[in-house]
């Protein structure tokens, strides 16, 4: 369960979280919407520790996080762009990252699923983009966490390729699994998402289903209701 | 933070620089040594090549490896490790590598040297001690600009400027400074000023160790005077000891305290 309270970030004069309130405590798939700059990646480093907040608290299971690091071990990250060092090798890459966290064996489905397996012996720099994001999946799914934080995962994806993942989040949302997931697509929202987070200017602007979302801007299609909220505002 | 030390120090090791690096400080030995009828002579050569060039690597490799390696160091930071853990591997495995090239490099030229005129050249080796220190210290001090400039081009002058500072014009201004002083009693002052600076204090250490007063220079005979070769060389030992602590203490502080 993850709690997080008044929480405040700034990055010199641009304010970039100001007063968030959130409670994150059914399993199921959140979906974290909002325009560019609006915080969305700020919000989720800030749970990952790595922007550290100017104000505010985020408990994970009623625990602190500020400071700490054990509790990562709980948490599968997949960041925005998938850069890695250049000079390795995919199979070296998923043994070091498996070499740090604990050893898992997830990683071979995972690589037959995604057809890496004539890539393993590639440098990462030798990658296409969404070669490099399904590489990217596999290191954040290849452990079992019971929170997944996903950044724009369907960057540079396939057909195919998004279709597994869709398939993988199913599973992980039935093993009663939290997912946070930011994306522009709103067919992906309103067709896995449970409930929606929507930022605009740092706060929390609307914070529930899709239908409730439709229903309060009283439009019929997921797309069309942000366009609307973002009209009123603007 | 050995899993890190460890991952670094290989991710160097593969780069042809290491290498380059190695094979220059191989050369140069044989050459120096063995070309040159004097031991003297040659000591104090490397000594005044060590003594700019080590900084200059060790500033260079470790704000680059920084900035090169930055998304990795995200992926590490997302993952359940101290954050001390990831940046202190880091830098000990720049630092060891360096430090690698530059031992194993001038030691093999001491040893056959060694072995095969004169053992004397042993003594020489508080160069390599010296040439290791410096390379510590620098990678820190480079590290510390890194992470605190999220621009490359401006960490990178930054980390060059320091380097240029210690190395040529520090010396200048105390130069200056003790020209336009001299009725004034300057001793204090400019045992003081060493401490500032280690390449200055290395200098130092190699001269007394090596006991070559002739080319102590000022500074180096007020040191002598004041702490005496043994402890003089203590002294400048634990000040250089210093100098890979306290920045290695910034780099946690900053590192604790950054946004990624």
């Given at each position: 369960?993850?709690?997080?309270?008044?929480?405040?970030?700034?990055?010199?004069?641009?304010?970039?979280?100001?007063?968030?309130?959130?409670?994150?405590?059914?399993?199921?798939?959140?979906?974290?919407?909002?325009?560019?700059?609006?915080?969305?990646?700020?919000?989720?480093?800030?749970?990952?520790?790595?922007?550290i907040?100017?104000?505010?608290?985020i408990?994970?299971?009623?625990?602190?996080i500020?400071?700490?690091?054990?509790?990562?071990?709980?948490?599968?990250?997949m960041?925005?762009?998938?850069?890695?060092?250049?000079?390795?090798?995919?199979?070296?890459?998923?043994?070091?990252?498996?070499?740090?966290?604990?050893?898992?064996?997830?990683?071979?489905?995972l690589?037959?699923?995604?057809?890496?397996?004539?890539?393993?012996?590639k440098?990462?720099?030798?990658?296409?983009?969404?070669?490099?994001?399904?590489?990217?999946?596999?290191?954040?799914?290849?452990?079992?966490?019971?929170?997944?934080?996903?950044?724009?995962?369907?960057?540079?994806?396939?057909?195919?390729?998004?279709?597994?993942?869709?398939?993988?989040?199913?599973?992980?949302?039935?093993?009663?699994?939290?997912?946070?997931?930011?994306?522009?697509?709103?067919?992906?929202?309103?067709?896995?998402?449970?409930?929606?987070?929507f930022?605009?200017?740092?706060?929390?602007?609307?914070?529930?289903?899709?239908?409730?979302?439709?229903?309060?801007?009283?439009?019929?299609?997921?797309?069309?209701?942000?366009?609307?909220?973002?009209?009123?505002?603007? | 933070?050995?899993?890190?030390?460890?991952?670094?120090?290989?991710?160097?090791?593969?780069?042809?620089?290491?290498?380059?690096?190695?094979?220059?400080?191989?050369?140069?030995?044989?050459?120096?040594?063995?070309?040159?009828?004097?031991?003297?002579?040659?000591?104090?050569?490397?000594?005044?090549?060590?003594?700019?060039?080590?900084?200059?690597?060790?500033?260079?490799?470790?704000?680059?490896?920084?900035?090169?390696?930055?998304?990795?160091?995200?992926?590490?930071?997302?993952?359940?490790?101290?954050?001390?853990?990831?940046?202190?591997?880091?830098?000990?495995?720049?630092?060891?590598?360096?430090?690698?090239?530059?031992?194993?490099?001038l030691g093999?030229?001491?040893?056959?040297?060694?072995?095969?005129?004169?053992?004397?050249?042993?003594?020489?080796?508080?160069?390599?001690?010296?040439?290791?220190?410096?390379?510590?210290?620098?990678?820190?001090?480079?590290?510390?600009?890194?992470?605190?400039?999220?621009?490359?081009?401006?960490?990178?002058?930054?980390?060059?400027?320091?380097?240029?500072?210690?190395?040529?014009?520090?010396?200048?201004?105390?130069?200056?400074?003790?020209?336009?002083?001299?009725?004034?009693?300057?001793?204090?002052?400019?045992?003081?000023?060493?401490?500032?600076?280690?390449?200055?204090?290395?200098?130092?250490?190699?001269?007394?160790?090596?006991?070559?007063?002739?080319?102590?220079?000022?500074?180096?005979?007020?040191?002598?005077?004041?702490?005496g070769?043994?402890?003089?060389?203590?002294?400048?030992?634990?000040?250089?000891?210093?100098?890979?602590?306290?920045?290695?203490?910034?780099?946690?502080?900053?590192?604790?305290?950054?946004?990624?």
């Open positions: 369960m993850v709690e997080i309270k008044e929480l405040y970030k700034a990055f010199g004069q641009v304010r970039v979280l100001e007063g968030i309130n959130l409670l994150l405590d059914e399993p199921g798939i959140i979906a974290i919407l909002g325009p560019n700059g609006s915080g969305k990646t700020t919000l989720i480093k800030s749970i990952l520790g790595m922007v907040p100017d104000k505010g608290s408990t994970i299971d009623e625990n602190q500020l400071g700490k690091w054990a509790y990562r071990s709980q948490i599968s990250y960041s925005q762009i998938a850069d890695f060092p250049q000079n390795i090798r995919v199979s070296e890459l998923i043994a070091m990252i498996k070499n740090l966290r604990s050893s898992t064996d997830r990683d071979q489905a690589i037959d699923l995604f057809l890496l397996r004539p890539f393993l012996d440098k990462l720099g030798n990658l296409s983009g969404g070669t490099r994001q399904k590489v990217n999946i596999l290191l954040s799914f290849m452990f079992d966490a019971p929170l997944i934080i996903l950044d724009e995962p369907t960057t540079g994806l396939d057909p195919v390729a998004l279709l597994h993942l869709k398939d993988i989040l199913a599973q992980e949302k039935q093993k009663g699994k939290t997912i946070l997931i930011t994306t522009h697509i709103m067919n992906l929202v309103e067709e896995i998402a449970d409930r929606v987070i930022l605009l200017d740092g706060k929390i602007y609307f914070n529930g289903s899709v239908t409730a979302l439709k229903t309060q801007t009283a439009q019929q299609n997921l797309e069309h209701a942000i366009a609307e909220i973002l009209k009123s505002h603007a | 933070m050995l899993k890190i030390l460890k991952y670094s120090f290989f991710d160097l090791m593969r780069s042809r620089w290491s290498y380059i690096y190695f094979i220059f400080y191989l050369l140069m030995g044989f050459v120096l040594l063995f070309l040159n009828n004097d031991v003297d002579k040659a000591v104090i050569t490397l000594l005044n090549i060590i003594i700019i060039l080590t900084p200059l690597i060790g500033t260079v490799f470790g704000i680059m490896y920084y900035y090169t390696s930055k998304e990795f160091t995200e992926l590490l930071l997302s993952q359940p490790l101290k954050r001390s853990t990831i940046f202190i591997g880091q830098y000990l495995g720049v630092a060891i590598s360096l430090s690698l090239s530059l031992i194993i490099g093999i030229p001491f040893l056959i040297y060694g072995i095969a005129r004169s053992s004397s050249i042993f003594n020489f080796t508080s160069l390599l001690i010296v040439g290791g220190f410096l390379t510590f210290i620098f990678v820190a001090l480079s590290y510390n600009i890194a992470l605190a400039f999220n621009d490359k081009i401006k960490g990178f002058g930054f980390a060059i400027l320091l380097w240029l500072f210690m190395a040529v014009i520090y010396d200048g201004i105390l130069m200056i400074v003790m020209m336009s002083f001299q009725e004034y009693p300057l001793d204090k002052f400019a045992l003081g000023a060493v401490m500032f600076n280690p390449i200055d204090l290395s200098r130092i250490l190699i001269l007394l160790k090596l006991d070559i007063s002739a080319l102590l220079g000022y500074t180096g005979a007020v040191f002598q005077k004041f702490f070769t043994g402890r003089g060389m203590l002294v400048s030992l634990s000040m250089l000891t210093l100098w890979v602590l306290l920045p290695l203490w910034n780099l946690t502080r900053i590192a604790n305290k950054k946004d990624f």
